[in-house]
């Protein structure tokens, strides 16, 4: 109990990095049905926006970060309706077509990141008001830049859910998911919500990158390390499902981190994936499910 205890705020830290990372893909996959193999390359894209904004624009990185997640949901946003507009619309239903589709866009976006930037990998210097950290009793330290990842995800986690349940283009977005073809003949435009969707989406993998470039440097496979782990993390939680999500990212950093107190990365990662195998076996629907009135 006390090795968990002293792990929790570690887990929790994790737990909102993968939070950030599946955000979007409990939009595009969860709700969508698309498996987007390219969510990890938008995620480096958002990265390497915070890294123009200070390097090339020459933003003060006191105030380049906060600069860096609007600009990066924008980019992002609009980077991913394009390609759901031009290509993606054209295979909804066909989900090994999308898997295909996306993992080649995002091998076009890893290359065009290499050819643009190079290929080393490049720092984003974190502001000065996010440098040191917390020490809490056990003597883990916790740092300012995780603490601030943390209440980023909480702040996303909120608005997301008030889109979805106050706004109107956020109640017409769960017609869809519940119904597509009631949704459609009750005069919503299916289309425009499935743009809007990924727009969404995509904007929020660009927001996850803006907060990875806290933790490490920002390089064109920066998206391949988390694509698998926000992937697990909505399939855990239930497709579509903003709350299976959430509890999801947590439990599984807080596993990770409890794990790895005992445990190399290598071993701890392996012991992770059996309990999410055991878990998705006696429970294949997730935490959570969409409820419909469908007859089965």
Not at 24 to 47: D, K
Not at 152 to 177: E, K
Not at 259 to 266: G, I
Request: glycine share 10%; with cysteine.
């Amino acid at each position: 109990m006390e090795a968990l205890v002293n792990q929790l705020p570690i887990g929790l830290a994790i737990g909102a990095v993968l939070l950030l990372a599946a955000l979007g893909l409990n939009f595009t996959f969860g709700q969508m049905g698309v498996i987007n193999m390219a969510h990890g390359e938008l995620i480096m894209v958002g990265a390497y926006t915070a890294y123009v904004l200070h390097a090339w624009v020459g933003i003060n990185p006191a105030y380049s970060l906060l600069a860096a997640l609007p600009t990066a949901f924008a980019v992002t946003g609009t980077l991913g309706w394009l390609l759901e507009t031009t290509l993606i619309r054209h295979f909804y239903g066909r989900p090994l077509d999308t898997l295909l589709l996306t993992f080649g866009i995002g091998m076009i976006l890893q290359q065009a990141a290499r050819d643009i930037f190079g290929a080393p990998n490049v720092d984003v210097p974190a502001p000065t008001w996010l440098t040191g950290g917390i020490t809490l009793p056990g003597d883990i330290r916790i740092h300012y830049s995780r603490l601030f990842i943390l209440a980023l995800a909480i702040t996303c986690v909120i608005a997301i859910a008030h889109y979805l349940n106050r706004s109107r283009q956020g109640r017409r977005m769960r017609a869809v998911i519940h119904n597509r073809d009631l949704a459609a003949v009750s005069g919503i435009n299916t289309r425009t919500v499935d743009a809007t969707t990924f727009f969404i989406g995509s904007g929020l993998a660009g927001i996850a990158g803006v907060a990875l470039t806290l933790i490490g440097p920002t390089g064109p496979t920066l998206g391949t390390n988390y694509i698998v782990d926000a992937f697990l993390v909505v399939v855990v939680g239930g497709l579509g499902r903003l709350s299976g999500t959430v509890l999801a990212a947590f439990a599984l950093g807080i596993l990770n981190a409890t794990v790895e107190a005992w445990a190399d990365a290598s071993l701890a990662k392996l012991i992770v994936f059996t309990a999410i195998v055991a878990f998705l076996q006696a429970r294949p629907q997730g935490l959570f499910t969409v409820k419909t009135r469908a007859l089965t």
